[in-house]
């Protein structure tokens, strides 16, 4: 079966995102996508270069539609489960010969599954938030709770 929404045809999004990793965190500029089979995509990437550091991240999200309704005219919630798997970057001190520090950017991997919830008012301006549990490896290898929020515009 598939959900439908007097809002269907909004089914893209485009907008930033943030979440909190159990010992990191991600941001960047996100894309979001509902298909035909309540099934749905978003990816998000950043990457900031500058004299002091390097940071990137990428995450894909897999989504499941479970519930939507509507709130009339111009609002609709939804309700959904989500996995995602992702890299960023960790900031890792390095003892240099003459006894001075560097700091370098190293690659930290992050997998994660849970529940999330969103509204979208005016039928363009969608605000999902996200909650459940994730792990980060190889670098700093840590297993606890996530939480993340995105603003997207829809068309």
Do not use: C
Not at 34 to 60: C, H, M, P, R
Not at 115 to 140: L, N, R, Y
Request: charged share 15%.
């Amino acid at each position: 079966n598939v959900i439908k929404s007097q809002n269907d045809f909004y089914n893209k999004g485009i907008g930033l995102r943030g979440a909190m990793l159990p010992h990191t965190g991600i941001a960047g500029i996100s894309y979001q996508q509902w298909l035909k089979n309540n099934l749905g995509f978003q990816a998000s990437a950043a990457f900031v270069i500058n004299d002091y550091t390097t940071f990137y991240s990428f995450e894909a999200q897999l989504q499941k539609l479970f519930y939507v309704y509507d709130f009339g005219k111009y609002s609709t919630s939804h309700f959904f489960g989500w996995a995602n798997l992702g890299l960023n970057s960790l900031e890792k001190e390095f003892e240099l010969p003459d006894g001075g520090y560097e700091y370098k950017s190293i690659p930290n991997f992050f997998a994660g599954i849970g529940f999330g919830f969103g509204i979208d008012f005016f039928k363009h301006i969608s605000m999902p938030i996200q909650f459940g549990f994730a792990v980060e490896f190889p670098t700093h290898v840590t297993f606890g709770i996530t939480a993340g929020i995105s603003l997207l515009y829809r068309f």
